[in-house]
């Protein structure tokens, strides 16, 4: 009998009692949809906690800032800083050099004062917000029409410019809204304390997105030889950063917009780099790269050292859910083992005219196998879809609450070979516990034919 | 059950066994069929010893050389009446399935069932059942039909017309039939009649004991 031949029998067999069917199925699908809604939910939660940890970018990021390292904290995560040291472009090409670093993102940054979310009137300049509430006279001269009114600033920060197509690479957690589409520079993102300079709680963040701000900076040498520029942007998301302090995110053309023009005293100025992100090749990659980082002269911090403690309590966890969900799946093969023993009771006598007209111990044995494979893989579907379907509404509740608090959701995370080994391990399991029965079928002797 | 019993059948004979229940009747046939083993002595079916067969050896002599029909029928009820002749097809390894459709339907057509072919077991009478199974133990062309209380379950007219299949078949086909029946119509039309009673074959019309 070949295989073909045994799976009709066996898909016949299944669909002549397809209550005992149903029920065996529905048990195999609850284990799996148990195990697999466990396990995404476990893997959610590691990428969440995980992401939090590294401050939502690449495990394997780490942040280098424009200081000489500090030989006494070099070991530590984040250690305290030495004196400055810049970051030059040729210092970020070096970086780029290094043994086991997959990229370098250096981060621009200007100083800006955030003026109301209006364009500013003509002929309008501004104030340090050191001298805000004094409203009166000019503070500066500048590219921009003769000043005619004094504006008070909403907020005195950095502007932070980057790659954001590499976002998730970068320290960057959305709370509301997106990340300014590439190149743009009349696009930003914000941060909570844009929202609390609104008066706004983290909740509130969608109500920003869509209005506008304008961005001011002093260009040049302080005094008359400096110039101010405006730019006008669009807030189109709120997110949490840790890339460098600042509380305006925005592509990189923009902090280029702002320094693009000469002063009047001729000068032109580029953008500070304010610290960059390096992308170790792996994880276990990342302290040989700091230190390669600190030999050259800046310091790092990488939360590498907690992600791997916190990695290890989150694998734990892990194991005790799987451990859930195959105790689940145990049952349901105990199920599986019940219904064909059942099977193969009732169908002795059938068993037995198989053998008289011809049939082989590994043709019955073929035929029960495949009824017990048939019901592990429809359970393993069902329950694949019911468990990542499972998984999905309790992340969508998780996100409502913490949306609901400000904070950012999670994004379902399915391992790509759970829904293939949830399947394949249904029927794994299926056919190990229909195995005994199968072997039980196979070896009934013929004469059960005719017995009665 | 069985002691000092000597049997010969010759090839194309029609036999009846008849005797009280309990006395051994089918131990006999299961015997003759392959389906149980002696505990001694030999069996020669068609030029096979069945005392040197075992496991494969045994089921490829029982899909090519007997064909047996049960009083239960014992048809797949998962199965058509087409589908439970091709069964018999499927075992003896006939790989078109074009060609044991061909031949199942033509075996039904044959026993009268042409109009039933994707009717399952029950859904079909006592006696359009024993036709199916009849149609499949003669799927393989058999050297030898092994019938045991093949009217058991049937009134006496259907009993009548399995009787009158299962003679022209033997017929047709050639083959030995030996059927073990409690009904003495069918047992009167075999050309030997063999009575088993207290563990001995007694020839009771036609041939010697």
């Known amino acids: 009998m070949s295989w073909r031949d045994a799976l009709t029998l066996a898909g016949r067999e299944i669909r002549r009692r397809p209550g005992r069917a149903a029920l065996t199925v529905l048990a195999v699908a609850l284990a799996s949809a148990l195990l697999c809604a466990l396990l995404t939910i476990a893997g959610t939660a590691r990428t969440r906690v995980l992401s939090q940890l590294s401050h939502g970018g690449s495990l394997a990021g780490i942040s280098v800032e424009p200081n000489a390292p500090n030989p006494s904290e070099a070991t530590l995560d984040d250690p305290v800083p030495g004196p400055p040291n810049p970051l030059t472009p040729a210092a970020i090409a070096q970086i780029g050099r290094l043994k086991d670093v997959l990229t370098v993102l250096p981060i621009v940054a200007a100083p800006v004062e955030l003026l109301p979310p209006a364009a500013p009137p003509a002929g309008s300049t501004l104030c340090p917000s050191s001298s805000s509430g004094s409203g009166t006279g000019s503070c500066g001269g500048g590219l921009d029409p003769p000043a005619t009114e004094v504006m008070t600033p909403l907020l005195t920060t950095s502007a932070i410019g980057a790659d954001l197509g590499r976002v998730n690479a970068l320290p960057i957690t959305l709370l509301a809204g997106r990340l300014p589409i590439a190149g743009s520079a009349d696009e930003v993102a914000v941060d909570e304390q844009y929202l609390s300079s609104l008066g706004l709680s983290a909740s509130r963040a969608p109500e920003v997105v869509g209005t506008r701000v304008v961005l001011a900076t002093s260009v040049g040498t302080a005094g008359p030889a400096s110039a101010t520029r405006f730019q006008t942007a669009e807030i189109v998301g709120v997110l949490d950063q840790e890339m460098t302090s600042g509380d305006i995110v925005a592509w990189p053309t923009l902090i280029e917009t702002l320094y693009s023009s000469e002063t009047p005293a001729g000068e032109s100025a580029d953008p500070p780099i304010q610290g960059a992100v390096v992308i170790a090749k792996q994880l276990s990659e990342v302290s040989p790269v700091r230190a390669a980082i600190a030999g050259i002269g800046y310091s790092t911090a990488a939360p590498v050292g907690l992600i791997i403690s916190v990695g290890r309590y989150l694998h734990v966890v892990e194991l005790v859910l799987s451990g859930i969900g195959i105790v689940a799946l145990a049952i349901a093969a105990l199920g599986i083992a019940n219904a064909l023993f059942a099977a193969v009771r009732e169908r002795r006598r059938e068993i037995g005219v198989l053998k008289a007209i011809g049939a082989r111990d590994r043709d019955v044995l073929r035929v029960f196998l495949i009824e017990a494979g048939l019901l592990g893989v429809l359970g393993g579907l069902v329950g694949t879809v019911i468990g990542i379907a499972m998984a999905a509404a309790i992340a969508a509740n998780a996100n409502a609450y913490l949306h609901s608090q400000g904070l950012g959701g999670v994004a379902l995370s399915v391992p790509w070979p759970l829904p293939f080994g949830g399947v394949v391990g249904a029927c794994a399991v299926a056919l190990v516990a229909g195995a005994l029965p199968a072997r039980r079928a196979a070896h009934l002797p013929a004469r059960e034919a005719v017995d009665a | ?209």
Do not use: W
């Not at chain 2, 046939?29 to 069945?50: A, E, R, T």
């Open chain 2, 1 to 209: 059950m069985l002691r000092d019993i000597s049997l010969e059948v010759a090839e194309g004979e029609y036999v009846s066994l008849v005797g009280p229940s309990g006395s051994g009747k089918t131990t006999l046939l299961s015997l003759i069929g392959g389906l149980d083993h002696p505990q001694s002595g030999q069996i020669l079916v068609g030029g096979h010893d069945l005392r040197t067969l075992s496991g494969d050896g045994l089921a490829a002599f029982r899909r090519e050389t007997v064909g047996f029909v049960f009083q239960h029928f014992g048809l797949l009820e998962a199965l058509t009446a087409r589908e439970n002749v091709e069964l018999a097809l499927t075992l003896a390894g006939v790989s078109s399935a074009r060609q044991r459709h061909h031949r199942a339907s033509g075996l039904l057509h044959r026993v009268g069932l042409g109009d039933r072919l994707e009717h399952r077991p029950t859904e079909l009478s006592g006696g359009e059942r024993q036709r199916v199974a009849i149609a499949r133990a003669i799927a393989n062309s058999p050297r030898v039909i092994l019938a045991d209380e093949p009217t058991g379950d049937l009134d006496d007219n259907t009993a009548a017309d399995v009787g009158d299949l299962l003679e022209q078949l033997r017929e047709e086909e050639g083959c030995t039939l030996v059927v073990v029946t409690h009904h003495r119509r069918l047992a009167a039309r075999a050309e030997r009649s063999l009575t088993l009673e207290a563990g001995d074959l007694i020839e009771t019309r036609g041939g010697e004991r």
